[in-house]
C-alpha cells in the first residue's frame, strides 16, 4: 500500500537525518543554520542533492530540507542558488533524535524527478504526533496524509503510459484519547482495464476501544457504481471475533446482532 511505504518513508527519513547530522560534519554553519553537502546524487548523474537544517530561535522547532538542482549548471550558481525543495518540513522534538515529537513533512515528486526525468509527480504532505502520552510513555502514534495526484515510479513501471496518480487521505491515530484508521481514496476496485478514467471512491473508517473491540464501515460508490452506494459494517469483540455484520445489498447474510458492537465516542 503507497500509504505504508510513505510512513516507512517518512520515519526513514528522518532516521537519515539523525545520522547526517550526527556522523557528517556540515559544509556550512551559522547560529540557526546548517547545510550537509553538496554531492552528486547516485540515482541522477545531473543533479546535486545537499540537506539544510534550520531552528527557530525562540523554539526547538527544527526546518529540514532535502533540495536538489542541476549539477550541469554547478559554476552559474552561487553556494545558495539553485536549489529547489524536494522533501522539505519541520519537526518540534519531544525527546532525543526526531522520531519522538510532532511536525510534517511534503516530498514533491515534481521537484525531485525533475532531473531524473521518471515521469514521476505529485504531492505527499504527511503530518504526525508521536509525542508521549499517558497510554504511550514511549510515543503515541498519529499520522495523516495526503496524497495529491501521486504517481511513483513504481506505478509508471507496472502500468507505462496507463497508471493513474494516486489521490487519498490517510488517517491513523492510537491513544489515550482516541483509536481510529480512515482511509479515502479513488481506484479501480470494479475490474476495469488499467488506465480506465472511471474510478470508484472507497471510504474505510475503523474504530477501537483500548480492549480491542471494535467496529468498520466501508463504503464503495461513484466510478462504475453510477448512482449506487454500498455500505458495509462489522463489529468484534477482544477476540477480535466478528459479532456483527451487515451490508447494503446482501453481499453477505447478515450476522450476529448489532447490539453487540462497542459503543465508542
Given at each position: 500500500m503507497v500509504s505504508g511505504g510513505i510512513n516507512q518513508g517518512v520515519f526513514g527519513f528522518l532516521d537519515v537525518v539523525d545520522w547526517i547530522t550526527q556522523q557528517i560534519p556540515p559544509t556550512q554553519r551559522s547560529a540557526e543554520r546548517r547545510v550537509w553537502g553538496p554531492w552528486q546524487a547516485d540515482d541522477a548523474e545531473n543533479t546535486d542533492v545537499r540537506f539544510v537544517m534550520t531552528r527557530e530561535p525562540a523554539s526547538a522547532i527544527f526546518g529540514l530540507f532535502y533540495q536538489v538542482r542541476d549539477?550541469?549548471?554547478?559554476d552559474d550558481f552561487t553556494f545558495d542558488e539553485g536549489w529547489s525543495n524536494c522533501v522539505f518540513g519541520q519537526v518540534e522534538p519531544s525527546g532525543e533524535g526526531l522520531r519522538r515529537g510532532q511536525g510534517n513533512l511534503t516530498?514533491?515528486?515534481d521537484v525531485c524527478a525533475r532531473y531524473s526525468q521518471t515521469g514521476e509527480r505529485g504531492l505527499a504532505s504527511v503530518g504526525f504526533n508521536t509525542s508521549p502520552d499517558a497510554d504511550n510513555p514511549s510515543g503515541k502514534t498519529s499520522l495523516q496524509i495526503v496524497f495529491d495526484d501521486f504517481l511513483t515510479l513504481d506505478q509508471i513501471e507496472e502500468h507505462g503510459d496507463l497508471a493513474q496518480a494516486t489521490n487519498a487521505t490517510y488517517?491513523?491515530?492510537?491513544?489515550?484519547?482516541?483509536?481510529?484508521?480512515?482511509f479515502l481514496f479513488f481506484a479501480d476496485v470494479n475490474g476495469e482495464p488499467a488506465g480506465s478514467t472511471e474510478l470508484e471512491r472507497v471510504a474505510i473508517e475503523v474504530r477501537w476501544d483500548e480492549e480491542g473491540r471494535g467496529q468498520a464501515a466501508v463504503s464503495l460508490s461513484e466510478g462504475d457504481f453510477g448512482?449506487?452506494?454500498?455500505?458495509?459494517n462489522e463489529c468484534?469483540?477482544?477476540?477480535?471475533?466478528?459479532?456483527?455484520?451487515k451490508d447494503s445489498h446482501d453481499?453477505?447474510?447478515?450476522?450476529?446482532?448489532?447490539?453487540s458492537c462497542p459503543v465508542l465516542d
Amino acid at each position: 500500500m503507497v500509504s505504508g511505504g510513505i510512513n516507512q518513508g517518512v520515519f526513514g527519513f528522518l532516521d537519515v537525518v539523525d545520522w547526517i547530522t550526527q556522523q557528517i560534519p556540515p559544509t556550512q554553519r551559522s547560529a540557526e543554520r546548517r547545510v550537509w553537502g553538496p554531492w552528486q546524487a547516485d540515482d541522477a548523474e545531473n543533479t546535486d542533492v545537499r540537506f539544510v537544517m534550520t531552528r527557530e530561535p525562540a523554539s526547538a522547532i527544527f526546518g529540514l530540507f532535502y533540495q536538489v538542482r542541476d549539477s550541469r549548471r554547478r559554476d552559474d550558481f552561487t553556494f545558495d542558488e539553485g536549489w529547489s525543495n524536494c522533501v522539505f518540513g519541520q519537526v518540534e522534538p519531544s525527546g532525543e533524535g526526531l522520531r519522538r515529537g510532532q511536525g510534517n513533512l511534503t516530498i514533491d515528486l515534481d521537484v525531485c524527478a525533475r532531473y531524473s526525468q521518471t515521469g514521476e509527480r505529485g504531492l505527499a504532505s504527511v503530518g504526525f504526533n508521536t509525542s508521549p502520552d499517558a497510554d504511550n510513555p514511549s510515543g503515541k502514534t498519529s499520522l495523516q496524509i495526503v496524497f495529491d495526484d501521486f504517481l511513483t515510479l513504481d506505478q509508471i513501471e507496472e502500468h507505462g503510459d496507463l497508471a493513474q496518480a494516486t489521490n487519498a487521505t490517510y488517517l491513523y491515530i492510537e491513544s489515550s484519547a482516541e483509536r481510529r484508521f480512515d482511509f479515502l481514496f479513488f481506484a479501480d476496485v470494479n475490474g476495469e482495464p488499467a488506465g480506465s478514467t472511471e474510478l470508484e471512491r472507497v471510504a474505510i473508517e475503523v474504530r477501537w476501544d483500548e480492549e480491542g473491540r471494535g467496529q468498520a464501515a466501508v463504503s464503495l460508490s461513484e466510478g462504475d457504481f453510477g448512482a449506487l452506494f454500498i455500505e458495509l459494517n462489522e463489529c468484534w469483540d477482544v477476540e477480535h471475533a466478528r459479532v456483527y455484520y451487515k451490508d447494503s445489498h446482501d453481499l453477505a447474510p447478515e450476522e450476529g446482532d448489532s447490539a453487540s458492537c462497542p459503543v465508542l465516542d
